[in-house]
């Protein structure tokens, strides 16, 4: 059981991660995915946001939500690391396992469990501190302490995201000195910084440049060896070219879910025919 | 209809026009009637001195004694309304984040009170100061002032607080912090330079206040060394002297509100010059 627990949280930093441990839990829990949600319903007093959601998610795949604005995407993300809990209009029911464990059970251990989920909303939000601060933000609420290794996890993990040539000479600078690119960049080396093994990401593209686009796009591709993603977008272009699996969702409801090919090729059913075609 | 349409948008235009400077015009006028009436009692000797006996009677001598037992005055009451202000307005703003009515409701209760005149909260302050035995002193005047300027700190807190994106609250707790960590690290920071707006604006009115101090801070010549002892203040200082019916002692009411006009328009610079600096860090 705790070997389990030490596979889902990859640690990339250090290279210990040892190949028979790997294969050992790869074979345990080849079929068994890292996400499970069952019968998970939100409602608001108007009315259901999310209806009888079931869904698994494999481990180490990109997962896209696909829909029209206003079909849930967002609230069945911001459901995965209860987020939900801050908007007290939202009821949220159902179950959604992670890593064996059932998380809106999670009580105390509310912030560990969000700690294995990374976030990227649809803006970039950095914190209110320098760039070197935000990304040695998680490791601080995490108890580390050694200047040392909060300073290597800052490099490692701005190297990754492709930003450190740009900003190690000024790592001490507010964040608002870096572009909305590099701030989503940097956003999302904060949250890898933590080590999650999933990582949520809300359309984090669509306030961004091509360019900035591009490079999240390819590093999603990289980081997928290694984490579980879970990506909204409306984007067609950007399921086909990121998606492994793609769940197409349509007020509230999953209509269909499959391989992008077959589903973004050849859809089964007429909301997605026609959501294809005209975009709703 | 394109045409009406251009001259409801001048209308307009002329009437908000009119209304801005209207405001600015009547700022200016006040001052400058101030200004006239005190300028040629103003001195050093008014500013740095303290009163010498009979002063309000033509006596010589300054006004020492009230613009230091107003600063002393205002500290307190800042520091007692921040220590009470900002855990209320952050918690309005995280621990009830879920609870919107609560929120609301606070907030009404909070804008009532800032609507309150000052004159009533010095008569509160009066009674509570009867009830605990307090007699007219520093203390009591801090107090009350406190209570005079704390809805106001909270509501302005507040306002800063509310202005705060929701996402960055996500950001913080997906990140893995607290509730008391999102508060403290994230949110305080983010509103670090709004906050001292608001505690220089609550200084300010505090500073200005005479009612609420008429009857509880008391008045004396000296400066006080204890909480216990009466303190002076600018605005009481400037009603005693006005009161007087020798002339030249009502220019020197003048010369006091220059004095305490002075010191708010600094404090009014200050917070601008400040909240600009220390907002550097934080995200728009
Ligand atoms: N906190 C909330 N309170 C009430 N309604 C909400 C709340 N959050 C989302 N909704 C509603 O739920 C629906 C789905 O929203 P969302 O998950 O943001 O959709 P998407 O991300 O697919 O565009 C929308 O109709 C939205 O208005
Ligand atoms: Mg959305």
Redesign the pocket.
Known sequence: MKQMAFTYQPNLLSESVTMENQTEVAEMKKDSPIIEIKNLN?K?S?GK??KDINLKIPKNKIVV?L????????????SLNRL?DL?K??KVSGQIIIDGQDIMKAGQNLAVMRQKMGLLSQRPFPLPASIYKNVAYGLKLKGIRSKKLISHSVETNLKRVGLWNEVKDRLKSPVTSLSIGQQQRLCLARGLAVKPAIILA??PTSALDPISTKIIENLFKELKQHYTIIL?T?VLRQALRLADHVVF?YY?EIIEQGHPDEILKNPKTAILKKYLVDGN | MNRLKLIEEWIFKIISFIAAYSVVLILLYLLIVVFKKGISALSWEIVFSMPEGGYYFGGGGGILNAIVGSFYLSIGATVLAVIIGLPAALFINVQLIRLKRTQNTIRFFLDALWGIPSIVYGAFGFAAMLFLGLNASLLAGIITVALLITPILVRAFDEVLKTIPVELQEASFSLGSTRTETALKVLFKQGFAGFITALLLAFGRGIGDAASVLFTAGFTDNIPVTFDEPVATLPLSIFFQLSSPIEEVRQRAYAAAIVLTVIILIISVSARLLSKRYSKNSIK
Do not use: A, F, N, R
């Open positions: 939100v608001t108007e946001i999310l939500l829909g029209p604005s206003g079909c849930g995407k967002t609230t069945l993300l911001k939900t908007y209009e939202l809300d359309e909204v409306h969702m509230g």
